[in-house]
């Protein structure tokens, strides 16, 4: 999996974290459900990022692969 892929799956997540404090400010139905699957994705990338980053031999090119 590539960095770009593990970034964008990070961002997919914070925005469902946030589309879902949103729905448990406002009380409206599924807020709990779409807040914790966002912390789940979110949870998700930083593991793939990690495992990314322990994985790659070189750490100066890291970015760009």
């Known amino acids: 999996m590539k960095v770009k892929h593990i970034i964008t799956l990070f961002l997919l997540g914070v925005f469902?974290?946030?589309i879902g404090a949103l729905f448990k400010i406002q009380h409206w139905p599924?807020?709990?459900i779409v807040l914790t699957i966002g912390s789940f994705t979110e949870g998700l990338a930083v593991l793939l990022g990690i495992w990314k980053?322990?994985?790659n031999k070189k750490?100066?090119?890291?970015l760009n692969s």
Not at 59 to 62: L, P, Q, T, V
């Open 53 to 55: 980053l322990l994985t």
């Open 59 to 62: 750490f100066k090119d890291f």
């Open 30 to 32: 599924y807020g709990a």
């Open 16 to 18: 469902f974290t946030i």
